[in-house]
């Protein structure tokens, strides 16, 4: 089994680490415009299996072509790019999953699901943690009820060590960390879709042994949940877990215009406030403290008569300054696994199709277990 991974950033490196791991991996392509830096993540996490390429990926053509030699990709770039590189990988004829993060970008995806189907592809947008594990999570409770009324979905990215005023460091890309925090968000409300602006619902939370968290809404988390589920489910909405009172503070930033784009200008420049506030974001809030991912999905419904409530929890900590993220490997693992099962004919569909469609939730968690990543599920009856 072949497999690329496009991207040699934080969870591309970790996608290395997972596939060069595994028995049936013979070998993994790691492309990227920097050469230099895939060459060490293919000597530091790839073992004898990474094959470093040069790739821009804005070039679908080339993408195109490169990709021929493989039976699947993992786009971990920044979200615009992976439209061209869900044609390259159809026009290739290799199986194809991203780490998505944009509704706008899945749904230019979905509609290449006639060509995916006649080039015998298999492609699945957003499939690294939310949106990703989450959704694959809430059809496994659909498949657990008979009926489904409610799935709440709380997922965080933390550090263990919180440093204000803030309380938060950059586990993933600043650009993504804005659009969450600045589109609007998808929900179901009395089985129908309904948009809600980000920022707001803040409501309090706890788990074991961290103790106070607020969640609020954010864009992109329920990604194709909301289609999936329209007038099957009666609500289902997505909340990011922070320490308490980040939200009032990130969301006055943007309030006065952060996260414009709009260029100003200056005495002797112009320059978008966007592109300096993730240039702030980057130099202040990465810092190298160990992290930890939060995930809490609560699903209600019936099932023979009674009313149910399954609740699914993670809580995946980064072990030491020298190992893999808890953000990396939650997010980059998934991908890797989805990525595995298409080649190996564990997802049959052909076309492109949201995961929670399309892949057996049995299969994914018993990966997600080999992995350690350490996923609890509890019912009882309400």
Same mark, same amino acid.
């Given at each position: 089994?072949?497999?690329?991974?496009?991207?040699?950033?934080?969870?591309?490196? *970790?996608?290395?680490?997972?596939?060069?791991?595994?028995?049936?991996?013979?070998?993994?392509?790691?492309?990227?415009?920097?050469?230099?830096?895939?060459?060490?993540?293919?000597?530091?996490?790839?073992?004898?299996?990474?094959?470093?390429?040069?790739?821009?990926?804005?070039?679908?053509?080339? *993408?195109?072509?490169?990709?021929?030699?493989?039976?699947?990709?993992?786009?971990?770039?920044?979200?615009?790019?992976?439209?061209?590189?869900?044609?390259?990988?159809?026009?290739?004829?290799?199986?194809?999953?991203?780490?998505?993060?944009?509704?706008?970008?899945?749904?230019?995806?979905?509609?290449?699901?006639?060509?995916?189907?006649? *080039?015998?592809?298999?492609?699945?947008?957003?499939?690294?943690?939310?949106?990703?594990?989450?959704?694959?999570?809430?059809?496994?409770?659909?498949?657990?009820?008979?009926?489904?009324?409610?799935?709440?979905?709380?997922?965080?990215?933390?550090?263990?060590?919180?440093?204000?005023?803030?309380?938060?460091?950059?586990?993933?890309?600043?650009?993504?960390?804005?659009?969450?925090?600045?589109?609007?968000?998808?929900?179901?409300?009395?089985?129908?879709?309904?948009?809600?602006?980000?920022?707001?619902?803040?409501?309090?939370?706890?788990?074991?042994?961290?103790?106070?968290?607020?969640?609020?809404?954010?864009?992109?988390?329920?990604?194709?949940?909301?289609?999936?589920?329209?007038?099957?489910?009666?609500?289902?909405?997505?909340?990011?877990?922070?320490?308490?009172?980040?939200?009032?503070?990130?969301?006055?930033?943007?309030?006065?215009?952060?996260?414009?784009?709009?260029?100003?200008?200056?005495?002797?420049?112009?320059?978008?406030?966007?592109?300096?506030?993730?240039?702030?974001?980057?130099?202040?809030?990465?810092?190298?403290?160990?992290?930890?991912?939060?995930?809490?999905?609560?699903?209600?419904?019936?099932?023979?008569?009674?009313?149910?409530?399954?609740?699914?929890?993670?809580?995946?900590?980064?072990?030491?300054?020298?190992?893999?993220?808890?953000?990396?490997?939650?997010?980059?693992?998934?991908?890797?696994?989805?990525?595995?099962?298409?080649?190996?004919?564990?997802?049959?569909?052909?076309?492109?199709?949201?995961?929670?469609?399309?892949?057996?939730?049995?299969?994914?968690?018993?990966?997600?277990?080999?992995?350690?990543?350490?996923?609890?599920?509890?019912?009882?009856?309400?």
């Amino acid at each position: 089994m072949k497999i690329a991974v496009i991207g040699a950033g934080l969870m591309g490196r *970790a996608a290395v680490y997972d596939l060069a791991s595994k028995d049936d991996i013979e070998k993994v392509g790691i492309f990227d415009i920097n050469l230099d830096l895939a060459r060490e993540i293919g000597s530091k996490y790839g073992s004898s299996k990474a094959e470093p390429v040069w790739l821009d990926a804005s070039d679908e053509k080339a *993408a195109a072509e490169i990709l021929k030699d493989y039976d699947a990709a993992i786009s971990c770039v920044t979200y615009k790019y992976n439209p061209g590189l869900t044609k390259a990988a159809i026009s290739a004829g290799c199986h194809f999953v991203d780490l998505g993060g944009n509704n706008d970008v899945v749904n230019t995806q979905l509609s290449m699901n006639s060509e995916a189907i006649s *080039a015998g592809v298999t492609v699945i947008p957003d499939s690294g943690l939310a949106p990703g594990m989450v959704s694959i999570l809430a059809k496994d409770a659909t498949n657990k009820l008979d009926k489904t009324t409610s799935i709440k979905i709380r997922v965080g990215g933390l550090p263990q060590s919180p440093r204000p005023p803030l309380n938060y460091q950059m586990v993933f890309s600043a650009e993504g960390l804005i659009n969450e925090y600045w589109e609007p968000c998808l929900i179901l409300e009395n089985g129908k879709k309904k948009t809600v602006n980000p920022m707001t619902g803040v409501e309090p939370l706890e788990f074991d042994g961290i103790g106070e968290l607020e969640a609020f809404y954010t864009s992109g988390g329920t990604s194709t949940l909301p289609d999936s589920f329209e007038d099957e489910i009666d609500f289902l909405d997505y909340k990011t877990i922070r320490y308490p009172g980040h939200c009032r503070l990130f969301k006055t930033m943007l309030e006065i215009g952060l996260a414009s784009k709009q260029k100003l200008k200056l005495s002797h420049s112009e320059v978008a406030p966007r592109e300096l506030f993730k240039a702030v974001l980057d130099n202040s809030l990465t810092y190298d403290g160990l992290d930890m991912v939060l995930v809490r999905l609560v699903a209600e419904g019936q099932r023979d008569g009674k009313n149910i409530q399954l609740t699914y929890e993670i809580l995946d900590r980064q072990e030491s300054s020298t190992s893999l993220t808890a953000m990396m490997r939650t997010t980059a693992f998934p991908a890797a696994i989805l990525a595995r099962m298409a080649v190996r004919g564990e997802i049959t569909a052909r076309g492109c199709k949201p995961q929670e469609l399309i892949v057996n939730p049995a299969i994914f968690i018993a990966e997600l277990r080999k992995r350690n990543i350490n996923l609890e599920i509890k019912e009882k009856d309400i």
